[in-house]
């Protein structure tokens, strides 16, 4: 059995205004046993997509090795954008040593609900994934339950947006956004999605993360 714990506290700081909320990175980096081109950050593995994605959006000039040169950048972008990361997975146990969400067990969830209410300019969740099992969006549905709380459709339409109301003193409204998952493993499902084919029919170039770029753009 593999304790897969998270390797980074959430990336947090009074100006936030978004939070992308993930699962895990991949065991290996809680492990320490980086592959060349990983970045040692949330969200650094070299398989993963999401600061290419975020690079492109914003034409950051990013590098992708274990530097400090490449953690400073991503820091950097997200203290300028007003964007922390605190993933709600705080460890998990694994039978296999992988970066699957479904073989996580006996899993462990951080209180993003405390969490939310230390940090009052927060009003939008990124999830990095949707619904199902083992998602964060998943999660935090079920870790709302603990506070009596629950999601309401805006839209459900990909990427699906929803709202709660966090009860404070002015009952303040966050809104989620249920991106599509920024990982090989989700091609599948962003090509067989109606607005993708489209896309393709249209630009026969266009690949599933030409796709996440036009989705990811306008919340970030």
Same mark, same amino acid.
Request: aromatic content about 12%; proline content about 7%.
């Given at each position: 059995?593999?304790?897969?714990?998270?390797?980074?506290?959430?990336?947090?700081?009074?100006?936030? @205004?978004?939070?992308?909320?993930?699962?895990?990175? *991949? *065991?290996?980096? !809680?492990?320490?046993?980086?592959?060349?081109?990983?970045?040692?950050?949330?969200?650094?593995?070299?398989?993963?997509?999401?600061?290419?994605?975020?690079?492109?959006?914003?034409?950051?000039?990013?590098?992708?090795?274990?530097?400090?040169?490449?953690?400073?950048?991503?820091?950097?972008?997200?203290?300028?954008?007003?964007?922390?990361?605190?993933?709600?997975?705080?460890?998990?146990?694994?039978?296999?040593?992988?970066?699957?969400?479904?073989?996580?067990?006996?899993?462990?969830?951080?209180?993003?609900?405390?969490?939310?209410? @230390?940090?009052?300019?927060? /009003?939008?969740?990124?999830?990095?994934?949707?619904?199902?099992?083992?998602?964060?969006?998943?999660?935090?549905?079920?870790?709302?339950?603990?506070?009596?709380?629950?999601?309401?459709?805006?839209?459900?339409?990909?990427?699906?947006?929803?709202?709660?109301?966090?009860? #404070?003193?002015? /009952?303040?409204?966050?809104?989620?956004?249920?991106?599509?998952?920024? #990982?090989?493993?989700?091609?599948?499902?962003?090509?067989?999605?109606? #607005?993708?084919?489209?896309?393709?029919?249209?630009? *026969?170039?266009?690949? !599933?993360?030409?796709?996440?770029?036009?989705?990811?753009?306008?919340?970030?």
């Amino acid at each position: 059995m593999f304790l897969h714990t998270h390797p980074y506290p959430p990336f947090l700081f009074p100006e936030a @205004t978004k939070l992308i909320v993930g699962t895990l990175p *991949p *065991p290996r980096f !809680t492990s320490r046993e980086m592959k060349k081109g990983d970045v040692d950050f949330c969200y650094g593995s070299r398989d993963g997509q999401l600061w290419p994605i975020l690079d492109r959006i914003f034409d950051l000039g990013l590098v992708y090795e274990t530097t400090r040169e490449a953690i400073e950048q991503r820091k950097h972008f997200l203290f300028k954008r007003r964007i922390g990361i605190c993933d709600i997975v705080e460890g998990a146990v694994r039978e296999r040593v992988d970066a699957s969400d479904l073989g996580m067990q006996n899993i462990q969830l951080r209180d993003l609900v405390r969490i939310l209410q @230390t940090y009052p300019n927060v /009003d939008t969740l990124l999830f990095t994934g949707g619904n199902s099992k083992n998602g964060p969006e998943y999660f935090f549905r079920k870790h709302l339950k603990d506070y009596g709380l629950q999601l309401q459709t805006v839209s459900s339409e990909v990427p699906r947006i929803h709202r709660f109301v966090l009860p #404070s003193e002015n /009952d303040r409204v966050i809104k989620t956004v249920s991106l599509t998952a920024p #990982s090989g493993a989700a091609n599948r499902a962003v090509g067989s999605l109606a #607005s993708y084919k489209k896309m393709k029919d249209v630009i *026969p170039d266009f690949n !599933t993360v030409d796709f996440r770029v036009l989705q990811y753009a306008p919340f970030f």
